[in-house]
């Protein structure tokens, strides 16, 4: 069974509407998660590291006050896409890992269309 | 240059053949790698680590080489079930980050 779970797996919204997709560890607590953002024959590129208690870390060219992550706890953490727009629509994905080393696990994607 | 590089593909090979992938990595200090399988339309899964000793989990063997900065991955006997994009991917420490190359994808036939 699923040891990361991503929610929604699918989601249509409209251009300007925000967009919340859910990423929590079943087995393990994870204090760090990572977030991917995967287009269409491409590979799948880090966005943030989502940090429990703290801010999130983001990559260069990712825009922090778009894209908002929390992470409340150690089970959970939220990637909110703002004011959506077609350009972002993609395969989101989280993974995380229950330490350092340990295996790193994936979510189960979420396709977001912006139309 | 890119810090992982993989031939897109797609390699079409007939069901029973052998099938080699190769990938090429930039960053000397990358300390481990991976081979991950992602379906169409679904989250990358671990297939299998990848050591200089190199390393064989049933029909699939991957190697490393420091020297030359590649990793290969070889299919023996391919499966229909093969049919995937696989990822090469560098663990570079500080955090468990991943990079992920853009993939190869392999389609095996009857």
């Known amino acids: 069974g699923a040891v990361v779970s991503q929610h929604p797996s699918r989601v249509i919204c409209k251009s300007g509407t925000s967009v919340k997709i859910e990423c929590r560890s079943l087995?393990?607590?994870?204090?760090?998660m990572f977030w991917y953002r995967q287009f269409p024959k491409q590979s799948l590129m880090l966005m943030a590291t989502?940090?429990?208690?703290?801010?999130?870390?983001?990559e260069q060219g990712v825009e922090k006050d778009k894209f908002l992550i929390n992470h409340a706890s150690l089970t959970l953490s939220t990637l909110t896409v703002t004011s959506a727009h077609p350009e972002d629509s993609s395969f989101y994905i989280c993974?995380?890992?229950?330490?350092?080393?340990?295996?790193?696990?994936f979510g189960e994607g979420s396709w977001l269309t912006v139309v | 240059r890119k810090e992982v590089e993989q031939d897109p593909g797609p390699f079409n090979v007939p069901e029973g053949a052998t099938v080699a992938f190769n990938c090429t990595y930039s960053?000397?200090?990358?300390?481990?790698f991976f081979w991950y399988r992602q379906d169409c339309r679904k989250e990358p899964k671990l297939l299998m680590s990848?050591?200089?000793s190199g390393n064989e989990d049933g029909r699939f063997t991957a190697q490393l080489n420091r020297a030359s900065q590649y990793i290969s991955l070889l299919i023996r006997d391919s499966k229909l079930s093969d049919s995937a994009t696989y990822l090469c991917?560098?663990?570079?420490?500080?955090?468990?980050?991943?990079?992920f190359g853009t993939g190869t994808q392999l389609k095996v036939e009857l």
């Open positions: 993974s995380a890992s229950s330490g350092f080393g340990n295996t790193i696990y």
């Open positions: 087995d393990f607590q994870a204090t760090t």
């Open positions: 989502s940090n429990e208690g703290s801010k999130a870390t983001y």
């Open positions: 960053n000397s200090a990358s300390q481990s």
């Open positions: 990848v050591y200089s």
């Open positions: 991917v560098l663990y570079r420490g500080g955090g468990n980050k991943l990079t």
